[in-house]
């Protein structure tokens, strides 16, 4: 495990966490994608979601990967609806 800093939206602040990024809970998406979305991730309760710039990984609570099929248009529409 490695430490990370997140955005944790339940707690409005940035926190640093323990957190493996593996194939069992995380979906990487191609660079050449038009979205910019980098990485989806399960942890925490929740959905960890990570843009392509240089950014935190931002937590959304209550949701999987699962839930927005897997894909970075619901991804982004999280975003947009909790952030």
Do not use: C, H
């Not at 409005?12 to 998406?29: H, I, K, M, P, S």
């Not at 959905?47 to 248009?73: C, H, K, M, W």
């Not at 619901?74 to 975003?79: H, M, P």
Request: zero cysteines; hydrophobic letters at 35%.
């Amino acid at each position: 495990m490695k430490e990370i800093t997140i955005y944790n939206t339940l707690k409005g602040r940035l926190e640093t966490v323990r957190f493996d990024f593996t194939a069992e809970n995380t979906t990487w998406f191609d660079e050449s994608e038009t979205f910019d979305i980098y990485r989806i991730a399960d942890g925490f309760g929740g959905l960890l979601i990570q843009e392509t710039r240089y950014s935190y990984p931002i937590l959304i609570d209550d949701v999987s990967r699962s839930d927005i099929g897997n894909n970075q248009q619901g991804a982004l529409d999280l975003l947009r609806q909790r952030t």
